[in-house]
């Protein structure tokens, strides 16, 4: 079902499975990498990564959106900051609607990248 509504809003992807099974989808919208996951047709997340912020920063991000989430990750080899967003679709959802939510989520994508960018230009000017 992700496949053929992101065919039809003419997104390119690729496809693969994370280590734990879970398919996942990799594309671009407004300039930005996005990854969505699909758990079983239940939960649907997509996320995108930044060079990591300040906790701060993050902080007053959040506080301003509603529907979306910034978090610090560290991995085994580097840390990152996430924008991240879920949609749980077990009551029942349409493709239109999950058409929409990903199409959002490419906004929300670029404008926290907006966000991050002035950010890291106030620190150069420091």
Same mark, same amino acid.
């Given at each position: 079902k992700i496949e053929n509504i992101l065919k039809t809003a003419a997104i390119t992807y690729k496809s693969a499975k994370n280590t734990a099974g879970v398919p996942m989808f990799d594309f671009e919208l407004n300039g930005q990498k996005l990854r969505l996951y699909n758990f079983g047709g239940k939960d649907l997340m997509m996320d995108v990564h930044y060079r990591k912020l +300040?906790? *701060?920063d993050i902080n007053r991000y959040n506080l301003n959106r509603k529907f979306v989430r910034v978090v610090n990750y560290k =991995?085994? @080899?580097? *840390?990152?900051?996430?924008?991240?967003?879920?949609? @749980?679709c077990e009551a029942g959802v349409t493709d239109a609607m999950i058409r929409h939510w990903i199409i +959002?989520? =490419?906004e929300d994508a670029r404008h926290f990248a907006d966000y991050a960018k002035k950010l890291q230009q106030t620190a150069e000017k420091k």
């Open positions: +300040s906790l *701060e =991995g085994k @080899d580097t *840390e990152y900051t996430a924008l991240e967003i879920n949609f @749980d +959002s989520f =490419g």
